[in-house]
């Protein structure tokens, strides 16, 4: 028999360290864009927190300001009504008149009975 050389492949050796090599270039690169992402997401929470901040503080005075408008015009309100006890009785008197002519005219409009109320 003729003696075949075992022929090797040149360079396996080779090829497997620059495989690992570019495995750890590509770990490297992700762990750089791990870190990249971190860090935005911390700047863009951040930012978040800041703009709600704003939003809050800035709703808090427009509720504040507009509580004392309204406690101002209650106690005008009050004042009068004190001052002119007559008035704020008629006052109070006519839109009870006026709310029960509405619910009348309501309930005579919705019955189809005609005028039966039962």
Known sequence: MADTPKT???GIDGI???V???ISELRKEI???NKSLTDRSLDLVAEARDTAHGV???ASMRTSRAARQLR???QSVSEAAR???ATTGAVIGLAGLVGFMIGFAIAKGS???GGRWY
Request: proline share 8%; aromatic share 0%; glycine share 8%.
């Open 8 to 10: 090797e492949v040149p």
């Open 16 to 18: 497997q360290k620059s």
């Open 20 to 22: 690992e090599k570019q």
């Open 31 to 33: 762990a750089k864009i």
């Open 56 to 58: 809050i503080e800035g």
């Open 72 to 74: 101002s015009q209650a």
């Open 83 to 85: 001052e002119n006890p």
């Open 111 to 113: 019955n189809g009975e």
